[in-house]
């Protein structure tokens, strides 16, 4: 969706996206809430009183996408995002790709409002997933959150407690409902320094993965580096063989790619590449025929 739309998504606009996107002979299988651009969504965040009205907005979001056939909701609950990460000629062949050192950041100015403790930040989300579950069930959509990346306990003097599978696990229990699951972001997991295999069996048997972000790093935190999707710490053959045997059956996307040369602003070239690699690895699976 249009990310520097405020307010809740408008029929007419969707309505032409999927219309432009249905005749290449495809459907949108998952849309992220238009919150990312400057402080769309913050008081949510924040806590802040005026979260009310942005509750609303997203709740008229969902039934929007809901209404229209878009199966899964994607959204971010962190305040700082990917801040931090640096761009280097890091993945092979000196493509550029990200770089994340915790300790290159880990004492880089805070934002005072930012601040909170663990406690606070689950009340904002339990209070976000009260308000937006419902809605969710109504229409049937399911919500995918995004874990935190980079997952670390603190950036910018926020507290990220989507960085773990701790915090990935509470937030599945908190409102208990089949909408509620997570978009299982492959890297950001990988850079948590756990076993990503054993991870996707965790939530993909309970039901609760609702898009994957299908892509490898090298490294953990404190300091990772993106990479191509075959030269990786992850064994990709392997999870997607575990997304078979957990029976998941949802979208899945490369996310992010390293930049090659001649590629476009939109990463086409290395997006492609991986692309490319996912339907070879789905092919030797079993999950595309033939």
Known sequence: MDE?????????????????????????GVALLPQEAGTQHWNIRLGRPEREEEIKDVCRSIEVLGEEGIPVVEYVFNLSAVWGSTIRSSARGGALTRHFDYEEVKDACVEPEFRASEEEVWERIKYFLEHVVPVAEDVGVKLACHPDDPPVPTLRGETRVLGSLEGMKRLIDIVPSEANGINFCQGTVAEMGV?????????????????????NVKGSVPR??????????????????????????????PDHTPRVVGDTPWGHRGRAFALGYMKALMKIVGVLEE
């Open 4 to 28: 520097h739309q405020r307010g809740p998504v408008q029929r007419r606009k969707l309505l032409k996206i999927k219309r432009r996107v249905e005749s290449y002979g495809l459907k949108i």
């Open 195 to 215: 076993d990503v295999i054993e991870a996707i069996r965790y939530f993909g048997s309970r039901g609760k993965i609702h898009h994957v972000h299908f892509r």
């Open 224 to 253: 990772f580096d993106e990479s191509f999707i075959d030269d990786g710490d992850v064994d990709m053959l392997e999870a997607m063989r575990t997304y078979k045997e957990v029976g998941y059956t949802g979208t899945i996307m």
